[in-house]
């Protein structure tokens, strides 16, 4: 029998491994291990890539968000609306700051329904946080027109869209802030935790700058209240090495996405939908079905690795007790909690295992 974790990060670094391995020692070798010139190449081509001014490299996509809302001064009696499904990091960048999470129902796409959003806008409403799940661009064509009519902030949690696109702009460059990470196992994945933001507006990047190196923009000169959120030299150059790999590391996604895509045939289990004039980039491949707990065991006992992302929504999470939210309220996301299974999609995944996984599927039935 086959053993197919569901994710097996070290298949990521074999595939370059040449690279990775010059890079890390060349940056040893150079003696400068924070704010150097491997920074600042990332931060620039980085923002060259999503067709952004300017980026800002981070110590992780939670301060990327956490520092966007610091530095639009988003606090203390604020809303902000933010999808109900989604990972809870995007809810912390909000709270963190004092502000309110205003939840709104997904789209069949698993994002931000943009025909939801309105009705949840108040006096208090200061910005929109899209999150371009399992990564696929949220409606942004509708979101960006809301935003611009109320007068509110657009924020993009693009921790899981690198590189994807809705219309012909990529995620990142349609709010006035887009929030990346780098964890190792995103699609641009670091080997240890970093993130970066990117942003058109001077003002904001030079804001973020400081925040990032504790409000200083000279050493020593402390302007503003900062926190300690450097991305490292050694992050950088090897995330310039994926970075240099985007497009052969996209392809190997979306060859495994379309193998599921047009393998799968079983009336247990419903595949993603596509939304038209987006290009997903299949951070996860999630599946939805009614009888996941068999799904999942009967996979288990093949040899399949999943997961499920996520099995408590943010609203009931323990952490939100405060929010006094309860089971029922947001029932399309809590549904989605209850069917929703990842599958194993990685770099370096052989095409045997990718078959393998679509016929055990394939052949799972109710009955037994
Ligand atoms: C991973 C992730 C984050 C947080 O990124 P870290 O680098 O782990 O802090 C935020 N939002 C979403 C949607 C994520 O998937």
Redesign the pocket.
């Given at each position: 029998m086959m053993k197919i974790n569901f994710n097996q990060l070290d298949r990521g670094y074999l595939k370059f491994k040449d690279e990775y391995d010059k890079t890390a020692i060349s940056v040893l070798e150079s003696g400068w291990y924070i704010m150097g010139k491997e920074g600042e190449k990332f931060e620039t081509e980085f923002a060259n890539f999503t067709g952004s001014k300017y980026c800002v490299g981070l110590n992780?996509?939670?301060?990327?968000?956490v520092l966007a809302f610091r530095a639009l001064e988003i606090g203390e009696g604020d809303e902000v609306i933010v999808p109900a499904n989604?990972?809870i990091?995007?809810m912390l960048?909000i709270t963190e700051n004092g502000a309110t999470p205003v939840f709104v129902e997904p789209d069949k796409y698993y994002n931000l329904d943009s025909t939801k959003i309105e009705e949840k806008i108040t006096n208090k409403t200061k910005a929109i946080l899209v999150?371009h799940?399992y990564g696929q661009a949220a409606d942004m064509v509708n979101i960006k027109s809301i935003a611009d009519k109320h007068n509110l902030y657009l924020v993009e949690?693009c921790?899981?869209s690198h590189g994807a696109h809705c219309s012909d702009r990529m995620t990142g460059t349609w709010g006035d802030i887009g929030?990346f990470?780098?964890?190792p196992t995103?699609n641009i994945g670091a080997f240890g935790?970093?993130?970066a933001i990117v942003t058109e507006d001077v003002k904001l990047y030079e804001k973020m700058k400081m925040l990032r190196n504790y409000g200083s923009k000279i050493k020593y000169q402390n302007e503003i209240l900062g926190v300690n959120s450097r991305l490292d030299e050694i992050q950088a150059a090897l995330l310039l090495v994926k970075l240099r790999h985007y497009e052969e590391l996209r392809k190997e996604r979306a060859n495994i996405a379309d193998k599921y895509l047009n393998g799968i045939k079983n009336k247990n289990i419903k595949l993603p939908s596509i939304r038209e004039g987006s290009k997903h980039v299949w951070?996860l491949f999630v599946i939805q079905c009614e009888v996941r707990e068999k799904l999942q065991n009967y996979l288990n006992l093949k040899g399949i690795g999943t997961q499920i992302h996520y099995p408590i929504p943010p609203h009931l999470s323990k952490a939100y007790d405060y929010l006094g939210y309860e089971e029922g309220n947001y029932p399309i996301t809590e549904k989605y909690a209850d069917t929703v299974l990842s599958l194993p999609l990685f770099e370096g995944m052989k095409k045997d295992e990718i078959e393998y996984v679509v016929d055990v599927i394939n052949a799972f039935k109710l009955e037994k």
């Open positions: 992780s996509g939670l301060d990327a968000l989604t990972y990091a995007s960048g999150v799940l949690d921790a899981q929030c990470s780098f964890y995103k935790d970093s993130g951070h």
